[in-house]
């Protein structure tokens, strides 16, 4: 018989560290809003989760490294918001910092989600930060969730 497995979506006893870029802030708190309410709305405690200000997107990958080595967290959630300009910035820093993110969590084993939205205008940031697109923020934060979880199940057995 196969055997299937997949990660659950609670948060008690879990503890997870939140990057959040202040660049672009009025996005990246809508993201950081959502992002507390699910995992609080799935049994995590507020006083294990930590949010960690940075100052834009390109910056997160290394704070990212940082609290996944230093072993505190289960998860931890990677916010930010690139919106497009008219010079390649945009590329740079979006690639980059995906790059970057999942370098941590293949280099240490700890669920590092990608919360980083990437738009070409401000509109498409505001949908995707709580309005008509839903809070890419809460995603973020249910999906480092579930593979905080079905991690634990592998570790277990």
Not at 3 to 15: C, M, V
Not at 86 to 113: C, R
Request: charged share 20%.
């Amino acid at each position: 018989m196969v055997k299937s497995f997949a990660g659950n979506l609670i948060g008690t006893g879990k503890t997870f560290g939140i990057i959040v870029s202040r660049f672009n802030g009025f996005i990246t708190k809508q993201l950081l809003e959502g992002a507390e309410d699910c995992l609080i709305r799935h049994g995590t405690d507020e006083k294990d989760i930590d949010v960690y200000w940075v100052p834009g997107s390109f910056e997160i990958p290394i704070t990212a490294m940082k609290l996944a080595k230093n072993g505190r967290y289960d998860g931890i959630i990677c916010l930010g918001a690139v919106i497009r300009g008219e010079t390649p910035h945009f590329d740079y820093v979006s690639n980059e910092s995906a790059k970057g993110i999942t370098e941590v969590g293949l280099a240490t084993g700890v669920p590092t989600t990608y919360g980083i939205i990437t738009t070409d205008t401000l509109e498409q940031a505001i949908d995707r930060a709580g309005t008509r697109s839903g809070n890419k923020g809460a995603e973020s934060a249910m999906t480092t969730l579930e593979m905080v979880n079905l991690f634990e199940t592998i570790k277990n057995g």
